[in-house]
């Protein structure tokens, strides 16, 4: 008996033993497991790496910025957004997991025309096993599925959406792209990924520390997204051919860039120093791309391209009006003239199929020099203008990038030699408007100064449209983000093997904050976010403690649709004073505010649904005005009624600190001024004791204004010009006076000048023949100098007061003179040369100038007799669409996105939204 029970426990200790040991070789084992660093995960084919060491600040940085909207319009973004915040609201235990280890995301063409997303963090230490089941737990909670796929992957199943992910080797990692998520596991364990490539490896740890995030690019992959038939010259003797690494700093409404580029390549700008940059301002207007290099030895440029030191070229001897041969001196010819910087243009016509529309700019350092060393090969043809016999001149010394086809001409001016194969854009060269007449010329001058080699700016709304309508590119999810900027930019400097380079997005300006991105993601079924919980949104009707009556939001009654025109109709009730566009949580999100007859005002969104309604108790005398109240980046609506100014949130909420009582009842409506662009808003208006009231946002009136006195009602408008403010009052029978930012009289204006009811001031660009310019009652052009005279120019005999604009009607660069009256409308160029014009058997009314999403300027406009709406743009074409009527003025905007131009008309009480085709 005692045999046996020492036999059991014997047994029972052998077991235990079994047992221990098992735990503890397999403790032994995951003790042993290599823990590879997260870079290891990323295979060869990532074209964007980003690298952030907290990945909920990077995230809370963007949701602060204008970069949220930019990015919200992709799939990806849109995806990690979800996940960030569910795991922010739900999992404390991942925030902290997370917020201690750094996070990669990398993208990766893949086999669609979309990028995929690969996401790698360490687990360090961790068990992969425990991690799992934390995972599966959370995922089972939130009605995700989790099933293995095989021995490597994981797969995450969603209401039929699936991501994957793995655990390896102190690795997580998670794509949206099995291929992907293939690809990375097997360069973890080949030791067969990015890692490996040298100039990589070079620039990886080169990134700062105190900034967002570290982004680094794999330049020839990432060109082949964008555009596949011109990657190849990335190879070309030029830096850009491996990898580009930049420091992001994300501001509210703009992108910093700041890094290094590495290659092991020989390239031209080897032995470059980094010169002074200053061409930026001399670009026309009208560009969409451009590139610049700055160079300290333009002989040693040229040299890889200009081998030798002459050629026999094509040339012109003048004094027998004939062509011939001459011999072109590399050292003789350009030396004693050319600059360091040399530039290649492509403007907007260029990139609207206008393949003349190109020229390269060439500093000068002495034009009578230039003119006499190429005038062997320039023949005199117009103005100024010359036929260049040695067409391949560009590209002979400077490359293929500077190939121009076709014919060339040539301009000297005071600061470059341009050539063009376009002759009439050469002769409008010095009287078009610069750059620097750009909203965007401002942030894009502070950030190109200083010394480079090289600086590429592009208008990606501009390019994005053109590689989309081309074709060319095999990525539009790509080309669909870039293209929302308002402005892209690249400096480069060489000198160094780690040649230094500056970049920057300035994303088109938004305001949708973090605290509502969330809301809306919540309320949209955050269907992506592990652990999300998803609230319907109620369809009840109520009203809130302001009286604003909320109106059904997903099924309006009164909206009835016309599936065959694409035209939605809203029963309004009572009749419209004011129609006009607003900017909704973010400037893409157009909203059409409609201002009763009953002092209502009526928000829709593009789609006619209403959103909300708001009931000012009193007649409103003023459009709607746009202000950041609280100076945090959030629109409000403000409107006026004759005692009260009234501030609206975009729920259709009147905020605490309204309404604001005027201290004068107002004759007429409302003009609101930021002067300085820092949310310093301005009212100004006339009263009833016929004096113009400049009063803050809260009511106060300024002390130092002077309370001017006019005649009748009007309108105020402001302007800075030539160094000055202006502050215009036109009444409604077309008498004017211009006043200081004090209320002083700055200029005097005969009283006896009388401007078109149909009009208003402009600034004067064109000429130095006044400061402002107008229209007579006339119809004679009118220009104001800043003393007072006044000069006048015809365009032809108007009848009595005129509508007219001052505007780039055909898109040139330089402003253009478009009228209106009776059975016409017309556009004249500065030269007085008709660019367009539309006929009509009746009487137009006001006018609706458009610059459509294909660049195309249109003018839609109604016949007051018949109620037909017409439309034409500058380039002669007449709208085709179905037949409208309307009694109203039409207006039109774009939604955004890859929806049509929405026209916006009334019709016996009805809002009539109508998609256009074609604009």
């Avoid at 478009?818 to 009746?842: D, H, M, P």
Wanted: hydrophobic content about 35%.
């Amino acid at each position: 008996m005692r045999s046996l029970r020492i036999i059991i426990i014997l047994a029972i200790i052998s077991v235990i033993a079994i047992f221990v040991g098992s735990a503890a070789r397999s403790y032994y084992k995951f003790l042993k497991e290599p823990v590879s660093p997260i870079i290891n995960a990323i295979p060869l084919e990532a074209s964007v790496i980003v690298k952030t060491k907290n990945v909920f600040h990077f995230f809370e940085a963007i949701n602060k910025s204008s970069l949220f909207d930019l990015l919200s319009t992709t799939e990806i973004f849109t995806t990690l957004n979800s996940y960030i915040d569910t795991i922010t609201y739900n999992n404390p235990k991942l925030v902290k997991f997370l917020e201690s280890n750094e996070v990669i995301f990398a993208l990766a063409p893949s086999n669609a025309d979309k990028m995929s997303m690969l996401i790698v963090t360490s687990i360090g230490k961790s068990s992969s096993g425990s991690i799992n089941d934390h995972i599966k737990s959370v995922a089972t909670s939130s009605e995700y599925s989790i099933t293995k796929v095989d021995n490597r992957l994981y797969s995450i199943t969603h209401k039929g959406v699936s991501s994957w992910y793995y655990l390896k080797q102190g690795v997580f990692a998670l794509s949206n792209d099995s291929s992907l998520l293939i690809n990375s596991f097997n360069s973890l364990v080949q030791d067969s990924s990015i890692a490996t490539n040298e100039s990589f490896n070079k620039l990886y740890n080169t990134g700062g520390k105190k900034v967002d995030a570290n982004i680094i690019l794999n330049t020839k992959i990432l060109a082949s997204s964008l555009v596949p038939h011109l990657s190849e010259r990335l190879e070309e003797d030029t830096p850009f051919d491996q990898w580009t690494t930049f420091d992001l700093n994300i501001k509210k409404s703009e992108v910093l860039f700041g890094g290094f580029t590495f290659t092991m390549s020989k390239h031209a700008f080897i032995g470059q120093e980094p010169v002074a940059f200053d061409e930026l301002s001399d670009y026309p207007q009208n560009t969409g791309m451009a590139i610049s290099m700055s160079l300290s030895d333009q002989e040693l440029y040229t040299s890889h391209y200009f081998k030798g030191d002459t050629i026999h070229v094509k040339g012109f001897d003048s004094s027998i009006d004939q062509p011939n041969k001459e011999i072109f001196n590399k050292k003789k010819h350009i030396a004693a003239w050319i600059g360091n910087s040399v530039s290649m243009i492509y403007t907007l016509d260029y990139f609207r199929g206008d393949k003349s529309g190109m020229m390269m700019m060439i500093r000068h350092s002495n034009i009578d020099s230039a003119r006499a060393y190429l005038q062997p090969y320039l023949e005199p043809i117009e103005d100024s203008i010359f036929n260049m016999h040695f067409v391949s001149f560009p590209s002979k010394l400077w490359g293929s990038l500077f190939n121009i086809p076709g014919k060339l001409y040539c301009r000297f001016t005071g600061e470059h030699v341009i050539f063009s194969p376009n002759k009439i854009m050469l002769k409008a060269i010095e009287s078009n408007k610069r750059i620097s007449n750009s909203k965007e010329f401002k942030f894009e001058k502070e950030w190109s100064g200083g010394n480079s080699n090289v600086f590429v700016l592009i208008r990606p709304d501009i390019v994005g449209k053109w590689l989309l309508k081309s074709g060319s590119s095999p990525n539009t999810e790509l080309v669909n983000f870039l293209k929302e900027n308002s402005s892209i930019g690249m400096q480069y400097s060489a000198g160094n093997d780690l040649q230094y380079t500056l970049a920057w997005l300035i994303p088109k300006p938004q305001t949708i904050t973090k605290k509502e991105a969330k809301k809306s993601d919540i309320n949209n079924d955050a269907s992506y976010g592990i652990g999300g919980k998803s609230e319907s949104t109620s369809k009840t009707g109520s009203v809130n403690e302001n009286g604003i009556s909320k109106a059904k939001l997903d099924e309006p009654d009164d909206l009835i649709t016309n599936n065959r025109n694409r035209q939605k109709t809203i029963d309004m009730k009572t009749g419209f004073s004011n129609i006009q566009i607003v900017n909704g949580k973010s400037k893409n999100n157009k909203l059409i505010a409609a201002i009763q007859s009953n002092d209502k005002i009526n928000v829709h969104d593009h789609s006619g649904r209403k959103l909300w309604i708001y009931d000012a108790k009193a007649p409103i005398i003023s459009k709607i005005a746009e202000i950041d109240f609280y100076r945090n980046g959030r629109t409000h609506y403000l409107i006026s009624t004759k005692n009260k100014l009234h501030v609206i949130d975009q729920s259709g909420k009147e905020i605490k600190e309204s309404p604001i009582t005027l201290p004068k009842t107002a004759k007429s409506e409302i003009s609101v001024f930021d002067y300085d662009n820092k949310n310093e808003y301005r009212v100004l208006y006339v009263g009833t004791d016929n004096r113009i009231y400049n009063i803050t946002m809260q009511g106060v009136e300024l002390p130092d204004w002077q309370k001017p006195e006019v005649s009748g009602q009007g309108i105020i408008e402001f302007y800075r010009t030539h160094g000055k403010d202006y502050l215009i009052f036109k009444s409604i029978n077309g008498s004017v006076r211009i006043f200081d930012r004090r209320g002083k009289e700055r200029i005097k204006v005969d009283k006896s000048l009388q401007l078109s009811e149909q009009t208003s001031l402009f600034a004067n660009t064109t000429n130095s023949k006044g400061i402002f310019i107008s229209v007579s009652d006339k119809g004679e052009l009118i220009y104001i100098d800043a003393k007072g005279k006044i000069s006048k120019s015809s365009f032809g005999n108007f009848s009595k007061n005129p509508w007219f604009t001052y505007t780039d009607f055909d898109s040139d660069g330089s402003m253009d003179f478009v009228f209106a009256e009776k059975e016409q409308i017309i556009a004249f160029n500065r030269l007085k040369e008709k660019i367009a014009a539309v006929n009509t058997k009746g009487k137009f009314g006001i006018p609706f100038v458009y610059s459509s999403s294909s660049q195309d300027v249109w003018i839609f406009a109604r016949n007051n007799e018949n109620n037909e709406i017409t439309g034409f743009n500058n380039k002669g074409k007449i709208y085709k669409g179905p037949s409208i009527k309307s009694d109203s003025d039409p207006i039109i905007f774009n939604p955004g996105g890859s929806m049509r131009e929405i026209l916006v008309t009334t019709w016996d009480n009805k809002l009539i939204l109508t998609e256009l085709d074609g604009l």
